[in-house]
């Protein structure tokens, strides 16, 4: 990070806590969840659709409720206690999913966690215009997903020397991944005290008396400039698409894996795997955007997306959820960096938190569409591969969408 600015680094930080349960919530939560709802007679089928319809709820909760905190955070002063507060929601949820030991009860805790994770992405993201310049952004969201990857790999690692030794160490493997949800939310908050502390507001709207009035007021306004602004309303209906595709992908393929028969190890190695192959080609994909238009390298990234859920179709072999794991890690960093600071570059800088309440209901509140589909899917069909179809349309359509962006100049 010796390119970055101190302000710069101190945000990329929050990417790195955050990953961790992010990765956490991808790995090992999965597997201690469906391990939780077979020994309850939950059928595999039936608890990856459960777990399908957990993540829907979360992004419907954020779509409610992130452009009216957005738009209230953009009022001077109020991003950083917003991001607080979410935040310390967030790492209690984490915290407290170690308690549960029915299936449901799990599900509503994993559900409150994962909602305050995602709205408090809605600050951090919205961020990014006060701590760095148009001509950083690529550079700085970049380097945020990259350690965020690879910085996340450290609680990870812990993690999962625990849960694979916990038999050796003389404790249940429950108990192990249990432990584990205390390591990730400790860490989540620690590396996030540098940003709490230094971080100030730049851009924003004057105070007003009626602060909730007047953000449902800016809210219309925000809509009606999106309507006129071709660029930004065709962007987020591409986004809308193709990001719910990657996410669908990052949060159900420990569960399709677990279904198709793959192990436990396996899984968790090919994660972990994942994050370190994902930390370079972040970073290079940054770098190449200083030579290269961002909007080109985003329409490569969507491709290699559609390649990676029809490949995903036919994975019934070890070798083969590896070969996976490189894939989406060579364009998981590419296309969620470039897309955060390719949207920062359109919009209003004092209205970002107003913009960005928007742009991360499709963002990473979870999947919505994609996760519903696989849900239904599977039920009616008994198989997780027909869920897994749907997916490739989603990024048929999010690359056309995104052609028609890309073609108007601003």
Not at 93 to 101: H, V
Not at 150 to 179: D, N, R, T, W, Y
Not at 201 to 214: C, I, L, S, T
Not at 250 to 258: F, V
């Amino acid at each position: 990070m010796k390119e970055l600015k101190k302000q710069e680094k101190e945000w990329v930080l929050y990417d790195v806590g955050n990953s961790a349960f992010v990765l956490l919530c991808t790995t090992i939560i999965p597997i201690y969840f469906k391990n939780i709802a077979a020994a309850q007679g939950v059928s595999s089928a039936q608890s990856t659709a459960y777990l399908s319809y957990a993540l829907s709820v979360c992004t419907i909760l954020v779509a409610l409720s992130g452009p009216v905190l957005g738009t209230l955070s953009d009022t001077q002063g109020h991003k950083k206690p917003m991001f607080l507060s979410f935040l310390v929601v967030g790492v209690l949820g984490c915290l407290s999913l170690a308690i549960p030991k029915d299936w449901l009860v799990f599900l509503v805790l994993l559900v409150l966690a994962k909602t305050a994770y995602s709205l408090s992405l809605i600050f951090y993201d919205a961020m990014l215009t006060d701590v760095t310049t148009d001509d950083r952004m690529d550079l700085v969201s970049s380097h945020g997903y990259a350690w965020g990857y690879i910085g996340s790999c450290i609680p990870f690692v812990a993690c999962l020397l625990l849960v694979l030794m916990a038999e050796k160490i003389g404790i249940s493997q429950g108990l192990a991944i249990m432990i584990s949800f205390g390591i990730t939310g400790i860490w989540w908050f620690a590396v996030t005290i540098p940003l709490l502390r230094h971080y100030e507001q730049k851009y924003g709207v004057p105070k007003k008396k009626n602060a909730v009035k007047e953000s449902f007021i800016r809210i219309w306004e925000v809509l009606g400039n999106v309507n006129k602004d071709k660029k930004i309303l065709y962007f987020l209906i591409a986004f809308f698409f193709y990001i719910d595709g990657v996410y669908t992908i990052i949060d159900l393929a420990t569960s399709y894996g677990k279904d198709v028969g793959i192990s436990d190890t396996h899984l968790l190695l090919a994660f972990l795997m994942t994050q370190i192959v994902a930390f370079p080609c972040a970073l290079i994909f940054g770098k190449i955007s200083a030579r290269m238009k961002s909007e080109t390298l985003i329409q490569i990234s969507i491709l290699g997306y559609l390649g990676i859920s029809l490949f995903a179709l036919q994975l019934d072999h070890a070798w083969e959820f590896w070969f996976l794991a490189v894939c989406v890690a060579v364009f998981q960093g590419s296309i969620q960096a470039l897309s955060r600071s390719y949207f920062a570059k359109i919009i209003p800088k004092e209205k970002a938190s107003e913009y960005f309440g928007f742009y991360d209901i499709f963002g990473k509140g979870a999947a919505f569409m994609g996760t519903m589909l696989i849900g239904i899917c599977t039920q009616l069909s008994g198989s997780s591969r027909t869920g897994v179809a749907s997916l490739s349309f989603m990024f048929v359509i999010g690359f056309f969408f995104f052609r028609k962006t890309a073609s108007i100049e601003k």
